[in-house]
């Protein structure tokens, strides 16, 4: 990128994709191919190549080292890249051999390990979370041997391993981070890139980027030389940590909440930062100050700004009555909004929609989705300047009467709104319109040739807009007395005075305060669901719950005081605690049996019940109540079924579509999970749940997911 460019970095030649078993093809692999045998020909290796789906790193690995089935020619077998010797091939099969050992001979024979086996003869391997922990382990130990020299990996490999290369490739610059795709950072892209280069082998390392999309300069500057990312404390206030703390006060120790709050790393973090923050608003102040003119000159404008404002939201009544504008409010239209004393500048309209059960004519029923310009500084958002870094397009809800102006330009919205790029696309159109109009105004539609004004208001209307241009007029007179861009200025100084408000309620609130109040809401929910009494002594039920850490404790010590785990065998029992485990999406749906489906049914019914607690205690929730109630899927609830009862691991990796390694992952967490549970049960003295608990358990335990690790 130089300072001639547009900006814009052409993206690599795309290819048609091919589909081998449930895994697609990406579009790059020819040019993959052709980078990875000029890294194998200068001899850069070893090299990790990272890409950002684990079905991608699959296909990338299967379609360069994997014979194809559709290929039949002999010299299409060309272009399979091979990396290792004859020696080192010997090598690699003597060590997967010994590797496998620990496993039973069914096992040994999974798709997924035979798979793997071709690769790792060609010096290409494959590293992710979906994978079985002891490929993951056969493949670490032959990539520290330089028996594996290509390895496709996701970022989690740059993550705590120390495993550096002589070469890292980057087969995309953007990822999927659960909420929608946007490019790297500059922490994730130093961590990765990091790798490349060995102590003590390689006197440099190399990184190279394989752009498959339009890459902006901004965004390349920005993860190129931007900061690294700020280890911040993600602490939350657990039931489990409440009620040990509440059982410990009881017990006369001074590690009462407060005590361990103040000790944190977020209070810490807090105090040194409000140094810092306090610099920020004095800093913010002066640059306010200097903006401002003197308090009569202020006074005279505000006054007429005032005046116009009221002019037009008069004007606005006539003219935002549904029957008169709803044919001209059409994505795209972009319009002005005015909430409060707060103007929110110009936006695009994405959606007008009517509240339920209202009256088509009244102007409060009507909420528009508008795409503005906007910073979020904690749990606040406010609005800002396009070239504010903070900036970014926001889709806002805005009751219909807070739209001051409606502009007679219409843009062409993106198809996909979520993407980064796209909302960086709106941001670009909508500036560079700004900027070919004097102040930055739009110019607006005509209020009685475009809108549908009934014409017994039609006379009201051309006094209130007479009015108008008399407001406007002085306004314009007193612009050029005190300079041009007056209004700008001062809607700058008072955005950095609200800037400067904001950030000293951030120093008044320390995360003390904070959980003080959040401590009091959770306690009334432990009230109201029968853990503490009045006296906040912890209950049986309470008791039961501050022993479990691995899963929803309020959930589950419900669903053990109701009876629900009581009325299912050790497989069921299992099968339904699978829910409390965290794990991928799944595009199918499991078949269970009548009674573990009624369990399923009750589970939802008492995290809908405890939501709803939570919410009258005034507790502010994470998720919205679907999410939260979703949360506990059913994915795994065959697979461990199946796999309780006895049936293979392949069987049972059969039943979905998740891979392999997150199901070995989920059976390993489950296990803890029981464990806290068959504990909880003997606290409560429930001997014959704690041994169902314990038959359950044990049930799981056995086979490839248990296996031992090959460093131990």
């Not at 087969?171 to 490019?183: E, N």
């Not at 670009?428 to 109009?437: A, D, E, G, Q, R």
Request: one cysteine or more; a neutral charge.
């Amino acid at each position: 990128l130089d300072d001639s460019s547009d900006g814009q970095v052409a993206p690599l030649e795309k290819s048609k994709g091919t589909k081998e078993h449930k895994i697609q093809a990406p579009s790059i692999e020819k040019e993959l191919r052709r980078l990875i045998l000029v890294l194998k020909n200068r001899e850069l290796y070893p090299c990790i190549v990272f890409s950002f789906s684990r079905r991608e790193c699959e296909a990338y690995a299967q379609f360069i080292a994997c014979p194809q089935k559709k290929k039949q020619k002999s010299d299409e077998k060309d272009d399979l890249i091979d990396l290792n010797s004859e020696e080192e091939k010997a090598a690699v099969q003597s060590i997967f051999d010994a590797a496998l050992q620990c496993l039973d001979e069914q096992d040994r024979n999974l798709p997924c390990i035979e798979s793997m086996l071709p690769m790792l003869l060609r010096g290409v391997g494959v590293h992710h979370s979906g994978l079985l922990p002891i490929l993951k382990e056969i493949v670490e130990l032959l990539f520290q041997e330089n028996l594996v020299k290509c390895l496709f990996s996701t970022e989690t490999f740059a993550m705590g391993l120390n495993m550096p290369a002589k070469t890292v490739v980057f087969t995309s610059l953007t990822k999927w981070d659960g909420q929608m795709t946007r490019p790297l950072s500059s922490g994730e892209y130093i961590q990765m890139s990091g790798r490349a280069g060995r102590r003590g082998k390689d006197d440099r390392g190399f990184t190279m980027l394989m752009i498959d999309q339009n890459l902006t300069k901004a965004d390349c500057k920005e993860m190129l030389k931007g900061e690294a990312s700020r280890l911040n404390s993600s602490f939350k206030l657990s039931y489990y940590t409440l009620l040990n703390l509440i059982r410990s006060r009881s017990l006369g120790r001074k590690d009462d909440m407060e005590y361990v709050i103040s000790k944190s790393f977020q209070q810490f973090q807090h105090e040194q930062a409000v140094p810092n923050i306090q610099s920020e608003v004095d800093s913010i102040r002066e640059k306010a100050k200097a903006l401002t003119l003197s308090q009569e000159e202020i006074e005279e404008f505000n006054e007429n700004q005032r005046l116009f404002r009221e002019v037009q939201k008069r004007k606005m009544g006539y003219l935002l009555n549904p029957n008169a504008c709803l044919h001209l409010l059409r994505p795209g239209r972009i319009v002005r909004v005015y909430a409060g004393d707060t103007d929110w500048h110009y936006g695009v309209l994405l959606r007008l929609r009517r509240i339920e059960d209202s009256q088509i004519s009244d102007p409060k029923n009507y909420v528009a989705d508008v795409m503005l310009c906007c910073a979020i500084d904690g749990n606040s958002t406010f609005p800002c300047s396009f070239e504010d870094t903070r900036s970014s397009m926001l889709v806002v809800p805005v009751p219909l009467p807070s739209i001051s102006e409606i502009s007679c330009l219409r843009i062409t919205l993106p198809s996909n709104l979520k993407d980064i790029k796209a909302k960086k696309s709106v941001k670009n159109t909508l500036k560079s319109l700004m900027s070919k109009y004097p102040a930055q105004k739009l110019p607006q539609l005509d209020p009685l040739a475009d809108f549908n004004v009934v014409e017994r208001d039609t006379k009201e209307l051309e006094k209130i807009l007479d009015e108008e241009k008399q407001v406007a007029s002085r306004i314009e007179i007193l612009e050029e007395k005190y300079g041009q861009g007056l209004s700008v200025q001062l809607r700058e100084a008072a955005q950095l005075q609200n800037i400067a408000s904001k950030k000293e309620l951030e120093i008044s609130r320390s995360p003390l305060k904070k959980f003080e109040e959040e401590f009091k809401q959770r306690k009334d929910v432990l009230r109201k669901l029968g853990h503490i009494d009045e006296d906040d002594t912890v209950t049986l039920k309470g008791r039961a719950a501050s022993q479990i850490d691995t899963g929803d404790e309020l959930l589950i010590t419900e669903l053990m005081f109701d009876g629900t785990f009581g009325s299912l065998d050790e497989h069921e029992l299992a099968s339904l605690l699978s829910c409390m485990v965290p794990v991928e999406n799944s595009q199918g749906s499991p078949k269970l049996p009548l009674r573990l489906s009624n369990a399923l049914v009750r589970l939802r019914q008492v995290a809908d019940h405890i939501f709803n607690v939570s919410t009258e205690c005034k507790l502010e929730m994470e998720l919205d109540k679907d999410k939260y109630v979703d949360q506990f899927r059913p994915t795994l609830m065959e697979v461990v079924y199946l796999w309780s009862k006895g049936m293979p691991f392949q069987t049972v990796c059969d039943a979905t579509d998740v891979f392999e390694g997150s199901i070995v992952r989920a059976l390993r967490r489950l296990y803890e999970l029981m464990d806290s549970l068959d504990l909880a049960a003997q606290v409560v003295g429930d001997t014959g749940l704690s041994e169902r608990f314990r038959k359950s358990k044990e049930s799981i335990r056995k086979g490839l997911p248990f296996a031992a690790s090959l460093y131990i």
